[in-house]
C-alpha cells in the first residue's frame, strides 16, 4: 500500500479539533492540530501537561474520533478505515494496559493473537521480544512483580508484535531512571534506524533533541513552533551569557550589566544568583560583562556562555517554563546550591 499522491507524509494530520466537556465546560484538546510525519523519520510532539500530546496520539491511532479535521496514516483515513490503519501501526503509551496477573510473555502473546499471528507464530514473536528488551529473567513472572522500567519495556515490546511500519510511543520514557531512559533511547534508535517510523510525546526537551528529526512544540491543542532541534534554537538567538553571583552581591547591578550587553531581557535563575541573557557574538559579549561586573565590585561565583536549550525555545514561545523539565532540574541542583550555600 503506497501514500496516496496528495499526501507525501506517512503520518498526516490537518486541523483536527477535540473537544471534551467538563464540570468546568468545554476542554479543547485540539484546536487545530497540524502534524506531517514523513516516511522514516521521528517527529516529536513536545509540550507540557494537557497539552493535547496524547489526544493527538488517540485519534491517529483510532482510539478515538476527532470533532473535525482529518488524519491519514499511508494515505489510509484514520475516521474512515480504522481498521486498515491498526494493520500498520503500533502504539504504546499511558494507557497501554497489560494483565496483571499473566506473565510478560503471555501478554505479548495474547497481543499477538488479537494480530491474528496464530498461537505458534504468537509465542515466537513473544520469546523474540522478551529477548530483544532484555526481559528474558522476567518473562516467565506474573507483570504485577515488574518495576515501572520493565512495564514500559513489556509495553514498548507490545507494540512491536506485528512489527508495525508506523509507530506511536507516547511518553516512553516518563518515569524511568536515566540509566533506564538510555537504555530505552537506544532500543527506540535501533528501531528507526532499522526504517520505522515514528511520532512520539515527550515533556523531555533533551529526548525530543536526543530522538526527532523534526520537533513540533505544542500547546493549548496546536502546534506554536516546529522545526528541527537546531531551527527551534536558531529561531531564538545565539549563544547566552550566564552569569552566578556569590551570595550576598548586588543582583540589581549584574543584572544591569547583562542587560547593556545581551539582546533580550535578562533572565534570573532559579537560585535567585544566576542571571543570562541572549546575546549576539558569545566570547566577546562575555568579556565585556565580566569587564563591566570587575569595574562595579562584583565578585562572581561562575561565568560562561552557553547555547540555547529547547527549554529556552519553550519559554520563549509560551512565556512559561516546560514544567516538567523544570522541577526536575530544580529539584537536582536546587539541593547542590542550597549545600553549596551552607558551607559558606
Ligand atoms: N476524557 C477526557 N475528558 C475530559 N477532558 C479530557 C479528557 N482527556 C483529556 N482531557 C483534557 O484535554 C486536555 C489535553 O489532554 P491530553 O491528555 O491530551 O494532554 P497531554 O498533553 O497528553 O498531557 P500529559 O502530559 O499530562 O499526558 C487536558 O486539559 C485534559 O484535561
Ligand atoms: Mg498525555
Do not use: C
Not at 479543547?28 to 516516511?39: S, Y
Not at 520514557?173 to 511520532?199: C, E
Not at 529561531?235 to 547566552?240: E, F, N, T, V
Not at 561562575?302 to 530544580?330: C, M, N, S, Y
Amino acid at each position: 500500500m503506497s501514500a496516496s499522491p496528495t499526501t507525501s507524509a506517512l503520518i498526516q494530520a490537518q486541523q483536527l479539533r477535540k473537544t471534551y466537556k467538563s464540570k468546568s465546560g468545554p476542554v479543547h484538546a485540539l484546536a487545530g492540530l497540524d502534524i506531517a510525519v514523513p516516511e522514516r523519520t521521528v517527529t516529536a510532539l513536545l509540550g507540557p501537561n494537557g497539552a493535547g500530546k496524547t489526544t493527538a496520539v488517540k485519534v491517529l491511532t483510532t482510539l478515538i474520533t476527532a470533532d473535525s479535521g482529518t488524519a491519514t496514516i499511508d494515505g489510509i483515513d484514520v475516521a474512515a478505515d480504522p481498521r486498515a490503519v491498526r494493520r500498520v501501526i503500533g502504539v504504546s503509551g499511558q494507557y497501554a494496559a497489560v494483565d496483571e496477573n499473566l506473565t510478560g510473555l503471555e501478554n505479548l502473546a495474547m497481543v499477538g493473537r488479537l494480530y491474528h499471528l496464530g498461537t505458534r507464530r504468537a509465542r515466537a514473536r513473544a520469546a523474540e521480544l522478551i529477548d530483544v528488551f532484555d526481559l528474558s529473567d522476567a518473562g516467565s513472572r506474573p507483570v504485577k512483580g515488574y518495576s515501572g522500567g520493565m512495564r514500559r519495556r513489556l509495553d514498548l515490546a507490545g507494540a512491536l508484535v506485528n512489527e508495525p511500519r508506523v509507530l506511536f510511543l507516547d511518553e516512553p520514557t516518563t518515569g524511568l531512571d536515566p540509566r533506564s531512559r538510555l537504555a530505552l533511547w537506544d532500543v527506540i534508535k535501533d528501531l528507526v534506524s532499522a526504517g520505522t517510523t515514528l511520532l512520539l510525546t515527550t515533556q523531555y526537551l533533551e529526548e525530543a533533541d536526543q530522538l526527532a528529526d523534526s520537533i513540533a512544540v505544542i500547546d493549548g491543542g496546536t502546534v506554536i513552533a516546529s522545526g528541527t532541534s537546531d531551527e527551534l534554537k536558531a529561531d531564538i538567538g545565539g549563544h547566552r551569557v550566564a552569569v552566578t553571583l556569590v551570595a550576598g552581591a548586588d543582583g540589581g547591578t549584574a543584572r544591569a550589566v547583562l542587560a547593556r550587553h545581551g539582546t533580550g531581557e535578562p533572565r534570573a535563575g532559579g537560585d535567585g544568583r544566576t542571571w543570562e541573557v541572549a546575546v549576539v557574538d558569545g566570547p566577546a559579549a562575555l568579556q565585556r560583562v565580566l569587564a563591566d561586573l570587575a569595574e562595579a565590585g562584583i565578585e562572581l561565583h561562575d561565568a560562561g556562555i552557553r547555547r540555547p536549550t529547547l527549554d529556552d525555545v519553550f519559554l520563549q514561545l509560551t512565556g512559561r517554563p516546560a514544567e516538567a523539565d523544570e522541577a526536575e532540574e530544580e529539584a537536582g541542583s536546587g539541593a547542590g546550591s542550597a549545600e553549596k550555600e551552607a558551607v559558606r
